[in-house]
């Protein structure tokens, strides 16, 4: 690897002087009345791999008051969001609390499904995102799935498939090299893969995939970059690598992600929007979420009471 | 079975899938034993007919078979090969899966990845269900029936006004049915096996369906089209009573005109299996050597493609 300058996300790693440390007293004290005994997380005193908090915070998207239903099933009430370049976003919640829903109908996913309709809006940079064409929306705002699910093709297929012109074959692998490359090293995987791009991309491991499936969402030069509970089907160790990475991303994308682990949610993100049964409980910073939350259901979900 | 012993009572253990079936109940081990006794009763009745095909077929199969052209005779050294019926089948195989293979596909992919308006769909699917459930004679009547049209004189022989019917074209467009739900069932099963994050990860990086579909999941798919595709070659290779009604069935190539290729695919002919249907004992010609003889090249033939079948599904990659 020594030929390869290393890869940006190698930037921000997790040594014991950069890891931000929430010292105990900095840390809000629950004075909540009537708070039914429910006490901050084990986790919050715990070391985050967040190196400081982002020098700068833009507004890209903006959800307002939303609402998804399946049918006659509301999935999403009534939400109203705001998405920022430079931060993580982690919506948490218990299953089937409307978290991955809200984060489909970003880039227009949850268009897919027959039954589902929408109120509300979705603003990108301030363009109402159902005025612009799918297709186009969704190489702005690109989305990484629970499953590592890299196509049946070769590793530089893979992120070439996103460069080119729909279904076309060109341009040509020449062209491609420096913008494949490019991507695999801000996701992290180019030093692993170098040696060999045209490996078919279904027999890298697991976390190689799921880096390559970042990669492959980083190829089109995203404002943001949609994840959904992208380490739940990963062992440690791959998770640890993505979740670096992820924090390394934010100050190029606006970062989204669903997660069901909250000590991942603790470590990574800069905000956190917590959502029950369709409803946005509460949304604020991490430390805040965590440490002290506004909400009684909140309180509960984050000290393991229920989900 | 050993298992039908009685057995000391041993000591409860815990039940595997790969416990011994000592433990079983009564009724699972006669169930076993049926299921054995079935699996095996047709693997010998398989076994059987493939071996006496492949000794009959050795001891008659000669090389000058395979290009020489039939002949009347009386005898089996006066009656030639069987190497129009050879081409034939070829011929009749190339077409036909040239109309059915892209309409399968098509109609496969349809179903599978668009299926709007529903209802067209669910018409579709029932449609090709009854392709797949009728007698392919059926098909043959129903060809002929097309075919005699005036409108379609140009595809067979033609005299006088009448029009035959009777032709390549028309015994390959038939031939093309009973392959095509072969190709839709297959393509589209491959299609509906991978998972919806697959396709999903294609639009959520701005690629429209048909890019989709062309560049990943037909290429994840292809173990499956090509399955669709060798058994729809098996079916049409082995199919006689649309080749008896609709080519003809004749010794040779008779065409039906002297312009050289189209000529031939407007006039008769005949396949490996009526070949086999009338030089068998009860057949016209009865010259039953040339019948096994080509009845064991068909028998091969068939073979290879169910090999190119399981070595097709087994190179399938597939996702968690």
Known sequence: MSHTSPPPVRRLPLRGAEAQVVEPAEQPTLAMPGAGGAAAPRFVSAPRRRAGTAMLALDRMQVERLSIAYGSKLAVDDVSLPIRQGEVLALIGPSGCGKTTLLRSLNRLTELTKTASMKGRILLDGEDIATLEPTALRRRVTMVFQQPNPFPMSVFDNVAYVLREQASRRPRKAALQGAVRSALERAGLYGEVAADLSHPALRLSGGQQQRLCIARALAADPEVLLLDEPCSALDPQSTQVIEQLIVALREQVAVVIVTHNLQQAYRIADRVAFMYLGELVEHGPAEQVFGAPREARTREYVSGGFG | ?320
């Open chain 2, 1 to 320: 079975m050993s298992a039908a012993t009685p057995t000391a009572p041993v000591a409860p253990r815990r039940r595997c899938a790969r416990d011994s079936s000592a433990s079983w109940r009564w009724s699972d081990r006669v169930g076993l034993a049926f299921a054995w006794a079935l699996g095996l009763l047709f693997l010998a009745v398989t076994a059987a007919i493939v071996l006496y095909m492949l000794a009959q077929g050795i001891r008659y199969v000669r090389p000058e078979l395979f290009v020489t052209h039939p002949a009347a005779g009386v005898s089996e050294r006066a009656s030639g090969g069987f190497l129009d019926p050879l081409l034939g089948t070829v011929i009749v195989a190339l077409m036909a899966m040239a109309i059915a293979f892209p309409l399968g596909l098509g109609i496969g992919v349809w179903l599978s990845e668009y299926g709007n308006p529903s209802w067209l769909a669910r018409l579709t699917e029932s449609t090709i269900e009854m392709l797949a459930g009728s007698p392919s004679i059926v098909f043959a009547l129903f060809g002929t029936l097309i075919f005699e049209q005036g409108a379609l004189a140009f595809l067979s022989r033609t005299n006088d006004g009448v029009v035959y019917g009777r032709s390549f074209f028309a015994a390959a467009a038939m031939l093309s049915l009973i392959a095509l739900p072969l190709i839709v069932a297959n393509v589209r099963e491959g299609l509906q096996a991978i998972p919806g994050h697959v396709r999903e990860a294609s639009y959520a990086v701005g690629k429209t369906r048909i890019a989709t579909t062309r560049r990943v999941l037909l290429p994840a798919a292809r173990p499956s089209v090509v399955t669709g595709a060798m058994l729809g070659v098996g079916r049409i290779i082995g199919d006689t009573a649309i080749i008896v009604v609709l080519l003809g069935a004749t010794l040779r190539f008779n065409g039906a005109s002297s312009v050289p290729l189209l000529g031939t695919l407007r006039g008769t002919g005949s396949t490996l299996t009526t070949f086999v249907y009338e030089n068998a004992p009860t057949g016209e010609i009865d010259q039953p050597e040339k019948a096994f003889a080509a009845g064991f090249v068909l028998l091969l033939m068939v073979l290879a493609l169910n090999v190119a079948v399981d070595v097709a599904a087994r190179r399938g990659r597939r996702w968690r």
